[in-house]
């Protein structure tokens, strides 16, 4: 027979994509995951999952079986939130998705205020390679309960996004660069650069393809990197030219240059994602109040 302990290990494996990272999460050995999912899998007639050295991928049952799981933990997770709250005091673990650098958002301070008031809560982290595009997939699967994200454009069906602020992105050019000196820089003025930027997927890169899009100028993105807060380090070192949130540009600017791009739309904005199908925890609930209250 199928019991809770089953589906928590299951989802925790499934997640990390990671029998060892699944058992530290779950703060138990690795062989006990492992025979916890082989009973499972015994039980349901179905392998779950497909196990190679480095990597655990869900099988087709597994990926049936999971949005399942999730909803099975949700269930006694709201009922939990029910007696803690009656007890006055809120428990569980909220996920929250959020991007490599956020400016807008002071996310230590906030969650310093949120644990001080809620100290019996735990707090899990995510940043996704494929940024804001990557946390809203994992927000629409469940796997995070909240997410402060970049999404130009309607979100994904299921996803709501209540917008945070937003800030102007900027051309950042190494010094000496021929455009440093112009009296104003227009989109047309970058056509050639070579570009550092981050992949598909990310709210900033997505901004920049639309205003060349709209622009009618071909871009070329002569490399690629994942954390924002290094863009303006290539570029001081010859790599090319980026448009960049502002707050990601050292102080002092040495060996770099900031110039505005006129006449394009280059409003890089950040919103607070959530599901709109699934009701978020007492303590994701506390959290998202406080985030209300602190940036609201």
């Excluded at 990272?21 to 916890?36: D, I, P």
Aim: proline letters at 5%.
């Amino acid at each position: 027979m199928l019991e809770l302990r089953h589906f928590e290990y299951f989802v925790a494996v499934a997640e990390e994509r990671n029998f060892t990272r699944a058992a530290a999460r779950l703060h138990v050995v690795q062989s006990g995951v492992s025979a916890v999912i082989k009973a499972m899998e015994r039980e349901l007639g179905a392998r779950l999952l497909d196990r190679t050295s480095k990597r655990v991928e869900l099988t087709d049952a597994g990926q049936a079986l999971l949005p399942r799981a999730r909803a099975a933990l949700d269930a006694v997770r709201e009922a939990r939130d029910a007696v803690d709250e009656v007890r006055g005091g809120l428990r569980g673990t909220v996920r929250i998705g959020t991007l490599t650098s956020v400016g807008l958002i002071d996310v230590p301070a906030l969650l310093g205020a949120f644990h001080r008031e809620h100290p019996n809560v735990g707090l899990r982290l995510h940043v996704s390679p494929r940024g804001s595009v990557g946390l809203l997939d994992w927000l629409a699967d469940g796997t995070l309960d909240l997410a402060i994200v970049s999404a130009p454009g309607r979100p994904p069906a299921g996803i709501r996004v209540r917008p945070v602020g937003a800030r102007r992105l900027e051309l950042v050019l190494p010094a000496g660069h021929r455009l440093a000196d112009l009296a104003e820089v227009r989109v047309a003025d970058l056509a050639g650069e070579p570009f550092v930027d981050f992949p598909a997927g990310y709210g900033n890169r997505t901004v920049i393809d639309k205003a060349f899009a709209d622009a009618g100028v071909q871009r070329h993105v002569a490399i690629e990197v994942t954390d924002i807060a290094t863009g303006a380090s290539f570029v001081r070192e010859g790599l090319g030219v980026a448009i960049l949130p502002p707050f990601v540009v050292p102080d002092d600017r040495t060996g770099l240059v900031i110039r505005d791009v006129a006449g394009a739309d280059l409003e890089w904005p950040l919103g607070l994602a959530v599901s709109a199908l699934r009701r978020p925890s007492a303590a994701a609930r506390a959290l998202l109040a406080l985030i209300d209250e602190k940036v609201g």
